[in-house]
Antibody, heavy 119, light 106 residues
């Protein structure tokens, strides 16, 4: 079974940092583009970042660029999101998501991990 | 960024109804349009990709249409399990954007 499991969420103070991890199993992780997508409480979906299958390229949403960094370790089947200078508006469930490159369709989702930015 | 606008924002319907949700892109995106269903407390599920292609395992009552800037998701005969929130998403640009969602209620 193909599974993505996120970890690392929690409560962090404004201005703080957090690292999210996604562990993949049941498929060849190193062959797929991976993404982080978030959803603030009661709000819609917001794409955060993507990284190429070998980690050779990455893209970020405007509001995250310079504060967030996506990375992957294909030898460990893990995806990471390093989040710095966190703001209250970064509070959300963060999903790890596998996409297909042709139409950027998000075909496999993790269960999500909640990040709460509050003092 | 490409803006995606869904209509309506919410919709009330009954089991057996035919329902259509619209999604408009702020610029042409060809067929780079995907649809998702999300139920409360759950991750979204891919329904349709490339505007019209049904994802494996998705019921045939779901269908997608459109190209360029205007797209639709149609549910031909609503079932109880279809009451959820639906999102469109463009994959044309590297800066991915979603519609704001359409909540489908009984």
């Amino acid at each position: 079974e193909e599974v993505l499991v996120e970890s690392g969420g929690g409560l962090v103070q404004p201005g703080g940092s957090l690292r999210l991890t996604c562990t993949a199993s049941g498929f060849i992780f190193g062959k797929h583009v991976m993404n982080w997508i978030r959803q603030a409480p009661g709000k819609g979906l917001e794409w955060v970042s993507l990284i190429g299958s070998s980690g050779d390229y990455s893209y970020y949403a405007d509001s995250m660029r310079g504060r967030f960094m996506i990375s992957r370790d294909n030898s460990k089947n893990t995806l990471h999101l390093d989040m710095n200078s966190l703001r209250a508006e970064d509070t959300a469930v963060y999903y790890c998501v596998r996409s297909q490159p042709q139409f950027a369709q998000y075909e496999l989702w993790g269960q999500g991990t909640l990040v709460t930015v509050s003092s | 960024d490409i803006q995606m606008t869904q209509s309506p924002s919410s919709l009330s319907a009954s089991v057996g109804d035919r329902v259509t949700i619209s999604c408009r892109a702020s610029q042409g995106i060809g067929s780079y349009l995907n649809w998702y269903q999300q139920k409360p407390g759950k991750a979204p599920k891919l329904l349709i990709y490339a505007a019209t292609t049904l994802q494996s395992g998705i019921a045939s009552r779901f269908s997608g249409d459109g190209s360029g800037t205007d797209f639709t998701l149609t549910i031909s005969s609503l079932q109880p399990e279809d009451f959820a929130t639906y999102y469109c998403q463009q994959g044309y640009s590297n800066l991915i954007t979603f519609g704001q969602g359409t909540r489908l209620d009984i």
